[in-house]
Structures are given as C-alpha cells and as structure tokens.
C-alpha cells in the first residue's frame, strides 16, 4: 500500500561497493511503491550508485573502518537522499568538468555531473563530505534539458 | 551449487569480434574488472582487432564502465585497431550524449550496421 507520509530511513554501512546493492533496492522499491516512473528510477538508481562510490572511494579512501551513512526519505512527489562519509570532504566546483578538452578522454571524474545532471536539487555540505540530493516525481532532470555549454 | 555465468560471450565473424555484455546491469567494481581483463585478453590475441562491443543486454551501468570503454578504445587504438559500440537502449545512450562520449565512440543501431561500418578484411 502507498504510504501518504514520507517513509524515512537512514542506514550505516561500511566501505564496501557491495554494500549498495541491498540499499538501492530497498529505495528503488519504495520508489515503486510510491508510483515514480522508470525514467526517475533510472535516475535515483545512477545518481544514488554515484554517490556511493564517491564516498567510499574519494571521501572514506576505500578503508573498510570507515562507514558511510544514507538517510533518505520518500513521498508520493519526491526522494530526497542524503549520503554522508567519513572523509574529509572536498571542493565541489573544484571539480573539473569532464565533457571537454583532455577530461572527455580521462577513465574518471563523470560521476558528480551524472550526479548533477539525473537529480533535480544537489547540495554538499559545508565540510564536502555530505550529499543530499533531490529528485522530483516526474519532474525533467537537467540531463534532459541541459544542452552543453559552447567550449 | 549455481553456474557463474560469463559476463561477456564472444563472437568471431569475417570481418569483426563481436564482443556482447551479458550481464543487465555492470555496476560492481569486481565484475568491471573482471569484463576489462576479458575484453582485453580478446584484444591481444588479435593483431588489429575490429571490435563491436554489444550492449543489447545492459540495461543500467555506472561511470566506472565509461572508464573501462576508454581505456579498452586506447588500447584497440595502440594497436591500430577499431572499436564500434551497439544496441545501447535509449536510457544509457543518454549517459553517453550527456557526457558527450558520443564524440569519442561510434555508435551504431545493431551487430549489422556496427560491421558495416567496419573495414572489410582482405
């Protein structure tokens, strides 16, 4: 049955890229629950895989001590998805964009505009080691609207 | 005890390998680098190789399978070779257009017109 109250939930893992797997179904499946389309799906689903990896790897440097919390919260008209590490944190507009010049043909550095692009509201926190991120039921994602800046 | 199923199938054909993703969804950092060792193993044996990498299976991936594309373009290109992308379903041909990997990758519709547009072999 669709719940009218938002379901919260926040869950502590370790560094582990596994550790995703039971996360992302649980909030894929409340996403389903809540009657978002499968474009939104596929969108929560990248950005929250993303997210992830980007705390694990970047903020907690892949140390199996280090744990990263997601806390994340549905309505019937959007997710909101917060994932904090235990890293130090970074500069987010420090990241170079990887559509252009040498960075198109570098094997890393999409994941925080896949981010960007698939969700509709991102938001670090002030230390860079917490993401919340925001997608609307239904609502366009930048991806689909965004036409690349003239290089 | 449950098979554990190959996360590639490769096909040789006259004019190109054809190697095809089995798996719906390449996420886990193990199985991307199990796929690299794989698809770069098929590369070596071949002096200049014309790959098409079939992804009619894939249904979702991640970033870090844009990263193992790059890196097997570089190595295919070493060698003079060629590389084709296929039947990538409509939400992860996004992913490639928003990272405008579209310009660095030929893509094509299927297996057909991917060997098309490959040199013929003498």
């Known amino acids: ?151 | 005890m449950a098979a554990i199923k190959p996360k590639i199938s490769v096909q040789y054909t006259e004019n190109a390998t054809v190697i095809t993703f089995t798996s719906e969804k390449i996420l886990e950092e193990k199985d991307i680098q199990s796929i690299q060792e794989s698809i770069m193993s098929v590369i070596e044996q071949a002096e200049r190789i014309s790959l098409i990498l079939d992804f009619s299976n894939v249904k979702f991936l991640s970033s870090a399978v844009l990263g193992l594309l790059i890196r097997v373009s570089k190595k295919i290109y070493e060698r003079d070779g060629r590389l084709s992308l296929c039947s990538i379903n409509p939400k992860i041909y996004e992913i490639f257009k928003i990272t405008r990997l579209t310009k660095i990758f030929d893509i094509y519709p299927d297996i057909e017109s991917a060997t098309e547009g490959l040199p013929k072999s003498d």
């Open chain 1, 1 to 151: 049955m669709t719940s009218e109250k938002p379901v919260n939930h926040s869950i502590v893992v370790a560094s582990e890229p596994s550790a995703i797997v039971e996360i992302s179904r649980k909030i894929l499946s409340s996403l389903k629950a809540s009657k978002f389309g499968q474009e939104d799906i596929f969108a929560v689903h990248l950005a929250l895989e993303e997210a992830f990896i980007n705390s694990i790897r970047h903020g907690n440097k892949m140390d199996p001590t280090k744990e990263v919390k997601i806390d994340y919260s549905v309505t019937l008209d959007k997710i909101e998805i917060s994932i904090t590490d235990q890293g130090n944190g970074f500069k987010p507009d420090a990241v170079p964009d990887p559509r252009f010049g040498d960075n198109l043909y570098k094997t890393g550095g999409r994941g925080l505009f896949l981010i960007r692009s698939y969700m509709n509201e991102i938001k670090f926190n002030e230390s860079g080691n917490g993401l919340r991120m925001v997608k609307y039921k239904g609502k366009s994602s930048l991806a689909e609207t965004q036409t690349p800046p003239q290089s």
